[in-house]
């Protein structure tokens, strides 16, 4: 395999986390009678452009296919995430009635809505139809494709460069980044921004995230690989913000290379200086990262034995993709974890895949009372700190798995 940026040949391996079928590939009743397809999940280290990446096996379309089940909404806290956001660029980049916001993978409209509601024009590109008609519903423009250089061609012919084009958790989302972030540097107005957000592979290597690995993550971004990636598609960091979602993101702005006007702040230097520090543009930073990985598996595995032989009862909350990574590499299955129980109707009545634990709702939890709730989505453990209080009344304990074992 070559690396998707650069070409260069990619023997470096970062992790295995041996096979297992699409995260997000949720399971009917009676898809439960057939065989499910599996897949190798190794990720590879580019030593040449530092870009960590998954290696092929599984086609974008597939793994965002119609039915697709995430949806952005129904976090409490990443709305607030998006509303704040829209307050800040719309100040910051004086966005107003004759300025145009496009958002690449707007999902169910979730961001768009707080750009809509202050009368800025906005379209959303959305390539799921379960999430684009949702965007419908709330009365937000959705073009149903996937985004690259085609894409932001007809755009241009179209007379829709954008103002301000975000893409918020998918730049990691696409096989061809190139032709994704070449999109970008084309669909712009010259004078127009680029904001990406995605998770920080620092971070990830750091607290051993390594749920965040999946199939529909091709990609495992350093600012370091970013720079070089946007520079050759057309495009200049200007800035960039550290978060605390998803566990640690970035939030970086670019701009148009050839007429961008804005210098680069004293973020982007400190940061890139950080990355440097930290190892991040020598091989031995991204070896020993597996064995990490299978110390977390092991005590995870602990736990659930231990909790098991006393008799105890385990279900866990929310029905993410990064749960399923986490469950399918330690091998568990419905007889470890009765369920989980996730808010998202689209969700509820089917099973997780490989592992088949089934998805129900929150309610379940009143009526069954376990002694032990596994958070999957643990970079939302404050949220649903204060969402699951509730399960303290019959004396139950929260648990996270990664970035350690926390009985809470």
């Avoid at 070559?2 to 070409?7: A, D, K, L, P, V």
């Avoid at 959303?124 to 949702?134: D, K, L, N, V, Y």
Wanted: charged residues 20%; neutral net charge; contains cysteine.
């Amino acid at each position: 395999m070559n690396c998707r940026h650069c070409r260069a040949a990619l023997s470096e391996l970062f992790v295995d986390l041996g096979t297992a079928p699409p995260s997000n590939a949720y399971l009917s009743a009676a898809e439960l009678q057939a065989p499910e397809q599996y897949y190798p999940l190794r990720v590879r280290v580019c030593t040449a452009c530092w870009l960590v990446q998954t290696e092929d096996y599984t086609r974008h379309d597939e793994l965002f296919a119609a039915d697709y089940a995430y949806f952005s909404s129904f976090s409490e806290s990443w709305l607030a995430h998006a509303r704040d956001y829209v307050t800040e660029v719309v100040g910051r980049f004086g966005l107003g009635s004759e300025s145009l916001v496009i958002e690449i993978a707007a999902n169910d409209g979730y961001l768009l809505q707080y750009v809509q509601a202050r009368g800025i024009p906005c379209l959303g590109i959305e390539p799921t139809a379960s999430t684009a008609a949702a965007a419908r519903q709330r009365g937000i423009r959705v073009r149903e494709q996937f985004f690259g250089v085609a894409l932001a061609r007809q755009l241009l012919a179209g007379q829709e460069a954008a103002d301000l084009l975000i893409a918020n958790n998918v730049l990691a989302h696409v096989p061809d980044i190139n032709d994704f972030v070449g999109g970008f540097a084309l669909a712009l107005k010259p004078a127009g921004v680029a904001s990406f957000e995605f998770p920080h592979l620092l971070r990830l290597v750091e607290q051993v995230q390594f749920d965040t690995i999946y199939h529909e993550h091709y990609s495992y971004l350093s600012l370091l690989a970013v720079e070089r990636i946007f520079a050759h598609c057309g495009l200049k960091v200007f800035d960039v913000q550290e978060l605390p979602t998803h566990g640690g993101s970035l939030r970086v702005y670019a701009q148009r290379a050839d007429r961008g006007q804005r210098p680069a702040s004293a973020a982007v230097r400190a940061l890139l200086e950080r990355e440097r520090a930290a190892g991040m543009s020598d091989v031995e930073f991204y070896r020993g990262f597996q064995a990490r990985v299978a110390r977390l598996r092991d005590e995870f595995l602990g736990f659930l034995i231990g909790a098991r032989t006393a008799g105890k009862r385990i279900a866990a909350y929310g029905a993410a993709a990064k749960g399923n990574t986490l469950l399918n590499y330690a091998g568990v299955r419905a007889d470890a974890i009765e369920f989980v129980a996730d808010r998202n109707p689209a969700k509820q009545g089917h099973f997780l895949p490989g592992s088949r634990i089934p998805v129900v709702a929150e309610s379940q939890l009143r009526v069954t009372q376990p002694d032990y709730v596994l958070l999957l989505p643990w970079n939302l453990r404050a949220e649903l700190r204060v969402q699951l209080d509730y399960v303290r009344a019959w004396g139950a304990r929260l648990v996270t798995a990664v970035p350690a074992l926390e009985i809470l």
